[in-house]
């Protein structure tokens, strides 16, 4: 991962690849996408965020046509999801969903690219998904992250123009994340769009143009992770207080505008929505605060902050 935030902004760009026009979709009760409209354009990356439950499945399914939309359209390069899938314009990789066993590598991989309309050779996409070196290994006897890597092969078995992936890089150790995503971004700097469900925020943070949080089926937030940080608003503050006693650290949790308090021996490490109120709230109770650093929240945060608030809304 050497991309970094600072020096990515999204793309902008007219054309469509995907597009959501006020989708909705129940399981029973469940309302698992809620009028959910957005556009993704060629070439872009983004990351698809959100707490457990959030829809996140739910909307990559409906995107490849594994499941119909209650109400609302939505289309893939203008098209419906199954022709754009049946096109060989789609590459998926999916949380669940079985490998075929008693087949070695190779032979699962062979299949993959003889059923893509436009495929790669079966040699550059094992070497691609580094499994060139197990190619005659039955697929049966692949540990967790090797399957990973197996199911990223065939998500690239041909030449795609939108990439789907539901929480890719579970199970795979740093160096097969690493050339995971150096070869998602060559993906994209060839002009595809990659779309990636993930709980690993440090990987949206530093892979993605475009960050989408979702919550109970809904669009919370869409932007830069450096946009979503500052929609979080809340800025984090830490000091030491040497011999803080308990009625300064009480009076530390009352003060203004927290929406977060830590106290660990000496140090404390608040987030508050007006950090120049609260530090001036801090010197006003009479405190002597060292070491004092006000710094803006990491994506991590920030997506806490933003579906925590979204909770308490409801
Ligand atoms: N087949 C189903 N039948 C009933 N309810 C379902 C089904 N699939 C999903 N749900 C419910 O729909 C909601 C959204 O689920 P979904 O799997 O899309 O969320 P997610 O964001 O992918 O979650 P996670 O991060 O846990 O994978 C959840 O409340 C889930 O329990």
Known sequence: MTTTTATRTAKPTTDSVVSFENVTKSYGTVRAVDGLSLTLHPGETVALLGPNGAGKSSTLDLLLGLRPADSGSVRIFGTTPREAVAAGRVGAML???????????????????????????????????????????RVDKLSGGQEQRVRFALATAGHNDLIVLDEPTTGMDVTARQSFWATMREQADQGRTVLFATHYLEEADAIADRVLVLSKGRLLADGTAAEIKAKAGARKISFDLPA?????????????????????????????????????????????????EVAGLGLEQAFIALTEAEEATQ
Request: glycine fraction near 8%.
């Open 95 to 137: 949380q669940s969903g079985g490998l075929m066993e008693e087949v070695t590598v190779r032979e699962i991989v062979a299949l993959g690219c003889a059923l893509h309309p436009r495929p790669h050779p079966v040699d550059k996409v094992l070497s691609r998904a580094g499994i060139d070196k197990i190619a005659d290994r």
């Open 244 to 292: 803080a006693v308990g009625t300064d650290i009480e009076q530390l949790r009352a003060l203004p505008f927290l929406t977060a308090f830590e106290h660990h021996g000496d140090t404390v490490r608040i987030q508050s929505r007006d950090a120049d109120a609260t530090v001036h709230a801090v010197y006003g109770l009479g405190l002597y605060p060292r070491n004092l």
